[in-house]
């Protein structure tokens, strides 16, 4: 199977170095490479044409955001096989080699997810330890550490053109199911990223957004009132956690204006693919409160020991 690399990129001309130094670096080199520039103003294209001769370069003529910048990236790309890299991110040297062996092994797969660790500098220990879990069915993914199958582009289509960043990978993961393939989690396919920037407040205001996009457009009449008030209301929480309530807020008003013409525009999912969405998500959410229980089991002893020394 051919794979290419996709990356979009706007203004990161230092890390967009180090993403395509560890792309150069891959036990399994890339058949293509392909850059997006979203109009950077840092001469990125210029560093390009110099230093990396092997990227294909798409320049747009703006930013158009996340999403549809992803998918100009993915539609320019010719191979089987797409893995889509953030342009801060850095691939562990087999990466690419663990992708391709998931796909391999599970023809069903059209997207598997990647490990992302937080962090640039990762012991050999902790990789390792990574390396040898075994990959699993995901209901999620993130955007900028996987690698999709054409054949799923084809099928399901692309990310929603109209959201400018946030909660796509929700949209297409469901409809991925809906077409009959199947998303995979691959521990031992890893990028490394720098810890998450706090940004003004708008992450969450696009979150909620488009995730009322996303289901008032996909999301069964069976299932629909359940999914939005529960959606709703985690994001209210997450808010008042966060202290951004209004950019909540202001996210869940705009769904909600815009409602009429999502409605119209509705292409639910069938029922088993919800149901099976549901499920994964389900699975997904009980695995990482039984992993905050056995770290909290772990550390209670400890936590012991150092009462008892003072």
Known sequence: MRISVAVVTWNRSRALRAALDSVRR???QPDEVVVVDSASTDGTPDMLAAEYPEVRLVRLHRNMGCPEGRNIALANCTA?????????GVLHQDCLAEVERCMTAHPAAGVVASKTLTSLEV??????????KLPRQTGRFSGGAVAFRRSVLEAAG???ADFWCQSEEADLALRAI?????LWY???AIMLHPPGITDS??????SALNSMRSILRLVPWRFLPAVLIRQASKYVVIGVRQGNVRGVLRGLAEGAVSTPWLLAKRRPVSI?????????RRDYHQRIAASRVRAHAAAEPQGRAARRDR
């Open 123 to 132: 012991s050999d220990e902790v990789i390792s330890a990574q390396m040898a």
């Open 201 to 206: 407040g708008a992450t969450l205001r696009f």
């Open 272 to 280: 088993a693919a919800m149901r099976e969405y549901l499920r994964l």
């Open 80 to 88: 089987e096989i797409i893995y889509s890299l953030d342009d801060d």
């Open 178 to 182: 809906e077409t009959g393939f199947e």
């Open 26 to 28: 891959q036990t399994r």
């Open 158 to 160: 692309y990310y929603p």
């Open 186 to 188: 691959q521990p031992s």
